[in-house]
């Protein structure tokens, strides 16, 4: 049974001390792991929070999941158990594969998704 | 069926492929079985047709099913009383039905709810005996039951409170439990019993006079009764049983479907409860411990609409016991209990959003522990405000208001799980209130409940966000309130730093470590620091300026972040061990640590914990750091506290632990030994430990539970001599003891009982004759008296 939560839709702001003051009131965090930009090595908006017991990360799911950090709505899915390597993002830019085709302006995430901010700015420099 | 599938993976092949065929053989019978239960707990939530013909319908279905599946259905029956209490009368009335066309049934189920009933009084579940006594009442309304026998049930009840050489808090379930069924059937036994009836109520009486109430200032979250009087639970509900009595037992709360039936009902035979004589009194059982009524609003705080139940009005606590069970049956999903409480049955003849307000309120501050997580009530009243967003968070400011204005009489461990609750609440409203109704708090002296509170919800909105954002949602006049930028501190960088004995070593430690040297070489840098406290003793405890400079150093090359500091500890965690090896070298640590992140207390607060578990640090030696005099600043904080039930909650999970290791591996061999006597044969494969291994677990946690006890001897020891101390200052200097100081300090001494009661009642004997003797000043003697008064 994992003790592992998958934590989706932070802002690349969001920092572990944050994610621990929230998490920590469902019970005792063994470790956070955030995710990060393969290339820039930089916080890319998620994150992995494991509990010692599965009761404790139940409880995350139960409470946590939909409610806002940062003022932003994250959520929490079941994770199978971290593995090295899945910290980092496995968009084409290096960050998650959903800030690559996002056409929403998300000031949390970086502004527009790679492709559009890319078209932007040939645009721009034409 | 889940548990089939479960009991089949235990089983072994041969046992596995007979039950496969017997399920195969019965399926058609689970499917019915299961279309039963989904039937009998589906009936009276919400459906197109109305109750009465949904119950006509379900009884008939169940009475040709009776044949068939008569145990089955008495089974999901005398669950759904149980566990579904806010639908009891949907069950009641089912239950006569059913009584009605087959007076067997009707004998049968009574005799197997009056079994669990005994059941449950053995086995000390008394919430579930109290539900299946109140849903025994309602039977008599719905002519399952005789009055009498209901009666002489009641009567033996009762005289639980002529009992000699009982704790009061015997009696007071039993007489709770005869009290809280009187609303349901309180108007048949005043009809058909009227004298005897009377004659019980006289003894309740009688016991109600003569309760002792020490334990009362205990459990109060206001020292106050001003606005609303915090009353004791039973002088409450006597109260109101005693309004109730006055209205003929007529209330205005209560669904009864079974009145449509009466008709049907009224031809019914009755059945004769046999004999309930409680189980008698021993040592070992766990009574519920009493309670205070929260109580926050009345009628003059509700602007419109239907007006809120009088305090004494029975109505006010059919409603609170109704909402209490709603969210005890859906509190693990937060979105179903927000919906199921808004969708309450006379939602529009009371002020439904103050009183699911008023009853969360009372869940969150329930001393001495709150029933639910924390988490749970602020994310459900997060959703109760997505469903009702037009009046819940205005209700809610309401009375996030009126908490804030009485801050002054409330308890310290209510303070902070309302500063908790607050910031987190806040967190998920983008940090905006009126901040500026409050400025009067920065205008008094800040360690006045208001400007601490409003300090502590800050930080804690802080931690949930970051510093910019919490400066910028406050008026400029609460900057005094506002947390400094947390930041480590590395005193050897600082200026003039110059003067600091350790520079020179603490430079060449952060060199060598940053190029990514060996624990052992970091010693050998270490080495050439001098002891100075080699000048006083011969053989000084510890080392304080080797643990000052690697500390330091350590902890500002991981300031970074927590996992950098962890990363730190973990690869320097022989050097942290052997610095600190005793307890006075855990202590300087410890101020080490505090010395890098006094602004910084999220980290304080895991950084502690983290050494804790790495022992690197034991609990006594951080119980000693926090009542030292380098603390003394902040040992009003609520970060301080955070650490200290942490810390005792780490050694009382780690004794938990150790016993039940202990006792799993008796067991194992005992019955290992057991088999070898009756000649089977020994099984090796099944790990089973030897003699000595066993002697040597329970040896190790009887070490471990000496700890656990001493770390409790601590804490009390030092709250004794600081609070004896304070108050012998202040008789001498002849000033008022009652200073804010004195109120948070006396308070966590209280909120350590109450927090870890069921610890600290192991001790109660140890703690009389060897700290709380009568001998100590009386302000804190009281404290303890009021405790043990929890279970006496």
């Known amino acids: 049974m994992s003790t592992t939560l998958y934590i989706g839709n932070l802002s690349f702001y969001t920092t572990e001390e944050q994610i621990h003051e929230l998490f920590g009131r469902c019970g005792d965090i063994k470790r956070i792991i955030m995710g990060l930009d393969k290339v820039r090595k930089t916080p890319c908006g998620f994150c992995f929070v494991e509990y010692y017991t599965r009761t404790d990360a139940e409880m995350a799911m139960r409470y946590v999941n939909g409610t806002r950090l940062d003022d932003r709505i994250i959520r929490t899915d079941w994770d199978a158990g971290f593995v090295e390597g899945r910290q980092y993002g496995r968009g084409k830019s290096g960050g998650q594969v959903r800030d690559e085709y996002r056409t929403d302006f998300d000031e949390g995430r970086m502004g527009y998704g790679k492709i559009v901010s890319s078209k932007i700015k040939t645009r721009e420099s034409i | ?792």
């Open chain 2, 1 to 792: 069926m889940a548990s089939r599938r479960r009991r089949a993976s235990f089983s072994d092949e041969e046992d596995e492929t007979s039950h496969r065929s017997k399920r195969r053989r019965t399926s058609e019978n689970v499917d019915i079985e299961d279309r039963l239960e989904s039937l009998i707990s589906r009936v009276g939530e919400k459906s197109t047709s109305s109750l009465e013909s949904n119950l006509e319908g379900l009884a008939s279905v169940l009475e040709a099913d009776l044949p068939n599946y008569k145990t089955k259905i008495i089974r999901i029956l005398c669950e759904c009383a149980v566990k579904l209490p806010e639908k009891q009368s949907v069950y009641t009335t089912l239950v006569g039905l059913l009584n009605a066309k087959n007076f067997n049934f009707g004998g049968e189920f009574v005799e197997m709810l009056v079994r669990q009933l005994k059941e449950m009084l053995k086995t000390e579940k008394f919430e579930e005996a109290r539900l299946i006594v109140r849903f025994l009442g309602d039977l008599v309304n719905c002519r399952v039951i005789a009055a009498g026998s209901l009666l002489a049930m009641f009567d033996n009840f009762v005289e639980v409170t002529l009992e000699d050489n009982i704790p009061q808090v015997r009696s007071d379930w039993y007489v709770y439990a005869v009290l809280t069924a009187l609303p349901w059937v309180g108007r048949e036994l005043y009809e058909k019993k009227d004298m005897e009836f009377q004659k019980l109520l006289v003894t309740i009486d009688n016991y109600i006079s003569k309760r002792q109430k020490i334990h009362v200032p205990a459990l109060r979250v206001w020292s106050s009764d001003s606005p609303h009087p915090q009353e004791e639970y039973l002088d409450c509900m006597w109260a109101q049983v005693k309004n109730l009595r006055n209205n003929k037992w007529i209330e205005k709360q209560i669904s009864r479907p079974y009145l449509a039936f009466d008709s049907v009902l009224c031809e019914a035979l009755q059945h004769t409860l046999p004999q309930i004589i409680p189980p008698s009194h021993n040592e070992e059982v766990m009574y519920p411990l009493p309670t205070v009524v929260f109580r926050m609003f009345d009628y003059t705080d509700v602007p419109e609409g239907p007006a809120i139940p009088g305090s004494h009005a029975i109505e006010r606590f059919l409603i609170e016991e109704h909402l209490s069970h709603i969210i005890k049956t859906n509190h693990l999903e937060r979105k179903d209990c927000a919906a199921a409480l808004l969708s309450f049955t006379m939602r529009n003849k009371i002020p439904l959003d103050y009183m699911i307000c008023e009853v969360m309120f009372g869940h969150l501050f329930r001393l001495p522990t709150s029933p639910y997580m924390e988490i749970m009530v602020g994310s459900t009243l997060i959703e109760l405000c997505k469903l009702q967003p037009k009046s819940m968070p205005l209700v809610l400011a309401q009375a996030a208001e009126m908490l804030y204005e009485r801050l002054d009489t409330m308890k310290t461990t209510c303070i902070e799980r309302f500063a908790n609750w607050f910031a987190y609440h806040l967190s998920n409203f983008q940090f905006s209130w009126s901040w500026a109704d409050w400025v009067e708090c920065t205008h008094v002296n800040p360690l006045m409940p208001k400007p601490k509170f409003v300090a502590e919800v800050l930080h804690k909105c802080l931690r949930l966000s970051y510093h910019q954002r919490i400066s910028n949602a406050v008026p400029e006049s609460f900057s005094a309130l506002v947390p400094v930028k947390p930041q480590a501190r590395y005193k050897y960088a600082d200026e003039g730093a110059g003067q600091l004995p350790g520079l020179m070593t603490a430079h060449r430690l952060l060199e060598v470590i940053k190029s990514k040297c060996t624990p052992e070489e970091t010693l050998v840098v270490l080495k050439e620091l001098p002891n100075p406290l080699a000048d006083d003793t011969d053989e000084p405890s510890h080392h304080p300026l080797r643990i000052d400079v690697f500390v330091s150093t350590l902890l500002h090359l991981g300031a970074k972040s927590f996992s950098h500091s962890f990363a730190a500890i973990s690869k320097f965690i022989s050097v942290l061990k052997m610095l600190a090896e005793n307890e006075e070298g855990q202590i300087c640590l410890l101020k080490n640590m505090y010395e890098v992140w006094s602004t910084h207390p999220q980290m304080m607060v895991v950084l502690t914990d983290k050494l804790l578990k790495t022992q690197v640090v034991d609990c006594s030696a951080v119980a000693n750091w926090l009542f030292s005099a380098d603390m003394a600043p902040d040992f009003t904080k609520n970060y301080v506290w955070e650490i200290m039930h942490s810390t005792i909650n780490k050694m009382s999970k780690h004794v938990e632990k150790l016993e039940k290791e202990a006792e799993e591996a008796r067991d194992m061999l005992d019955a290992a030994k057991k088999k070898a006597a009756d000649g089977l044969e020994y099984d090796d494969d099944d790990n089973v430990p030897t003699e000595e291994q066993v002697e040597r677990m329970e040896e190790r946690l009887e070490l471990v539970q000496n700890q656990q006890k001493r770390l409790f001897l601590i804490i009390f020891q030092r709250f004794i001599i600081i609070l004896t101390d304070h108050l012998a200052r202040c008789e001498s200097e002849s000033v008022d003891y009652q200073t804010p100081w004195y109120k948070w300090v006396i308070e966590r001494l209280q909120e350590v009982f109450l927090a870890h009661h069921n610890l600290v009642f192991q001790y109660i004997h140890t703690l009389e004759s060897l700290l709380f003797t009568s001998d100590i000043d009386i302000h804190i003697l009281e404290v303890f008296q009021q405790f043990c008064a929890l279970r006496s």
